[in-house]
């Protein structure tokens, strides 16, 4: 089927917007769309084996059996409908078409129906039948033919996605929290896949796949299929949460028509109420949201952190409140298989991100514990650049991250770098802000370029070498040492010093406090080298003022705060004998991990500031990935003249178009 068909059956379906509009706003059109669409698609799917339910039915009636073993066979699914009733029947007796459709929805088995509920289905009828419309809209529905025949299941995937990009667009919501491009899909599967190729193919392997926020579930779907082509006889099962009420119902009916089992499709929050916990997953996949909060599970997540500390699943960190991305991570990583002492068992898993995890957050920092955590874990694979605008909802360039507890030999202790950006082309027809597009060439040149990568890395003659870089772990690393250096004084008595002293709470609260502010602005000599001998000149002014010095290191402190001015030349400020650290002169150096900081600041820091020193009981231990520093290919600027010819140019071209509009 191709994509004109998918959006001509689209069309079809978001055709009954013309009978909504005036009784629904714009940003409600989907709330009938969608479970109407669903429920056609059950209707098509169970139509073959109506006949054989209904008898079923009547085998068992009146019997104390639960026949609900029986009518799934009969159906020949995992769900059935008990009804005699079709939308078309129903779209044909106008004034009962609401009893009778609830009476036809109550019908599903249990499963079913529970996918209709989370769309608020019952609410939807009563409002439809209260304005008039319910029969003309099942009317519309009933001539929208989704026949597996007709529209395979892969294919309803992108019919569900196109219904709820238009949705979201309707409703101002973000279309890419619940679906990702399908030939991004296609080269994150691949990827994720690729080395497992031989295991995969053995006989009555069995594999299980989560994504934890699985959306209408358009990586569960592409794992299933790539599995299953590799080994037609392979067993996968399929696993996922999602939070989104209907991008959760269409991810349960889409897998539930493909014959995997509609309770691993879990509603609710991965992190709060994690609807997987205490299960292993030998692949994993995501595409969370980018930069979305986490604030409404702050709680729960904080209190997981300190409590269960590594015994959880947040334990090596938590990222700012403003980008949950990690936290997906992190969850991710908690549900790997094991590795057994023979090199068995482990996971795979590939995430989407944006720029921001590779970088964000200093040494010490939640993000920068996050990926050291990973890293010191031998855990991260590789990371795969892709182009921008491939996202309906973004522009911003993106990245599959791939990471696996079961690296091969000479993958062991490094990250593969690859540069996958200019594998793109250009869309015939935007949608959203996604312009580019991957290829079937393009996906193939990257994932066979991900499986050489060292060889590539290692080959300086082959083409596509500059795409690919080969790091160690500890590559990304770094001391984040504090530099400090000696607080320098003079000491003086000036308006702005008269006026910090006269401003000091310490200092105000002295009895003596008003003679010692007389004392001190009557002195002729206002200026001195070192503390000593303004103390003692000071002292002096107070005493023969009549009144008594104040002591104690709170009075010192504050005095030596207000009438003490920075200067380079001025006395270095001791305590307990050591130079007292200028916190304005304080700076951080980030020094590559298993460099001696020392002789850093030998060489770097004291041909500049020869009186630094590091404060050791502040360094901290630091990761983070510049991926575009390593693939900057410096590129130099134009000529000048070059620059110029154009502009007179474009300045002649203007003044061409402005003849031609006033004359």
Same mark, same amino acid.
């Given at each position: ?37 669903? @429920? ?26 639960? +026949? ?16 005699? @009733? ?58 929208? &033919? ?16 196109? @219904?709820?990009?238009?949705? $979201? ?16 899909? =296609? ?25 934890? +926020? ?5 990586? @569960? ?113 908690? %549900?790997?298989?094991?590795? &057994? ?55 911003? $360039? ?9 690296? *091969? ?20 027809? $935007? ?8 290829? #079937? ?6 994932? #066979? ?54 401003? $000091?709470?310490?200092? =105000? ?17 206002? *200026?001195?080298?070192? %503390? ?25 402190? +504050? ?18 004998? #050591? ?31 020869? &009186? ?52």
């Amino acid at each position: 089927m191709n994509s004109s068909k998918h959006t001509e059956l689209a069309n079809h379906a978001w055709s009954v917007a013309d009978l909504l509009r005036g009784d629904y706003k714009q940003s409600d059109y989907g709330k009938v769309i969608l479970p109407f669409t669903v @429920l056609r698609r059950l209707e098509c799917v169970l139509e073959p084996t109506r006949q054989k339910v209904t008898e079923t039915v009547a085998q068992f009636e009146g019997q104390d059996i639960i +026949a609900d073993k029986f009518l799934r066979k009969a159906s020949g699914h995992a769900f059935y409908n008990t009804s005699t @009733l079709t939308l078309k029947k129903i779209a044909a007796d106008p004034q009962n078409a609401a009893k009778n459709l609830a009476v036809y929805v109550g019908a599903f088995s249990d499963n079913a129906r529970g996918v209709l509920d989370r769309f608020e289905f019952a609410q939807q009828i009563k409002r439809l039948d209260g304005a008039g419309l319910l029969y003309q809209v099942i009317g519309k529905f009933t001539d929208l &033919d989704l026949r597996p025949e007709v529209v395979p299941n892969h294919n309803m995937g992108y019919i569900f996605e196109e @219904l709820i990009r238009r949705f $979201s667009e309707q409703s101002n919501e973000t279309a890419g929290e619940h679906f990702t491009p399908r030939e991004v899909i =296609q080269l994150m599967v691949r990827l994720l896949v690729a080395p497992d190729g031989d295991a995969l193919q053995l006989p009555g392997a069995v594999r299980t796949v989560l994504d934890p +926020a699985c959306g209408t579930g358009g990586m @569960l779907s592409a794992m299933d299929d790539l599995i299953s082509e590799l080994n037609p006889d392979a067993t996968v099962e399929v696993y996922g949460q999602e939070l989104n009420p209907e991008s959760w119902a269409i991810c349960r009916s889409d897998l539930m028509i493909k014959g995997q089992d509609p309770e691993n499709i879990r509603f609710g929050n991965s992190f709060s109420d994690d609807g997987h916990a205490r299960k292993t997953f030998d692949y994993m996949l995501a595409n969370p949201p980018f930069g979305v909060e986490w604030k409404k599970i702050k709680d729960e997540v904080e209190a997981e952190h300190k409590q269960l500390g590594e015994a959880g699943r947040f334990g090596a960190g938590l990222p700012r409140i403003n980008d949950g991305s990690l936290l997906f991570l992190q969850h991710m990583i908690s %549900k790997m298989k094991p590795v &057994d002492v023979d090199g068995g068992g482990g996971s795979r898993l590939a995430i989407v991100f944006n720029g921001s995890p590779l970088f964000t957050g200093a040494a010490g920092s939640g993000e920068s514990e996050i990926r050291r955590w990973i890293l010191e874990n031998d855990w991260l694979e590789g990371i795969v650049a892709l182009p921008d605008q491939l996202f309906y909802n973004t522009g911003i $360039s993106t990245y599959f991250w791939i990471l696996t507890n079961r690296k *091969s030999p000479d993958h062991k202790g490094k990250v593969v770098l690859l540069d996958a950006r200019d594998q793109w082309q250009k869309m015939r027809k $935007s949608l959203g802000d996604k312009r580019k597009e991957l290829s #079937k060439d393009h996906i193939a040149t990257v994932v #066979k370029l991900y499986g050489d990568a060292l060889a590539v890395a290692g080959d300086a003659e082959h083409p596509l070498h500059g795409k690919v870089k080969v790091f160690w772990n500890e590559d990304f690393g770094y001391q984040r040492i504090t530099v400090e250096r000696p607080l320098k004084l003079r000491f003086e008595i000036t308006e702005e010093t008269l006026a910090a002293v006269e401003a $000091s709470k310490v200092i =105000q609260k002295l009895p003596q406090a008003t003679v010692m502010f007389d004392a001190f602005d009557s002195m002729q000599v206002r *200026s001195w080298a070192t %503390k000593q001998e303004a103390w003692l000149a000071l002292k002096d002014a107070v005493v023969a003022a009549g009144t008594t010095w104040p002591t104690g290191a709170p009075f010192n402190k +504050a005095l030596r705060d207000a009438i003490g001015v920075r200067d380079p030349e001025g006395e270095v400020q001791l305590v307990k004998g #050591k130079p007292e650290p200028d916190p304005e002169l304080r700076d951080y150096e980030n020094v590559p991990l298993g460099e001696d900081v020392e002789e850093y600041l030998t060489r770097e820091v004291h041909p500049h500031v020869p &009186d630094a020193w590091i404060d050791h009981s502040k360094t901290k231990i630091g990761y983070e990935i510049p991926f575009t520093r390593h693939f900057y290919v410096y590129g130099p600027p134009r000529p000048l003249a070059e620059i110029d010819a154009e502009l007179k140019a474009l300045e002649a071209e203007i003044q061409e178009l402005l003849r031609e509009v006033t004359h």
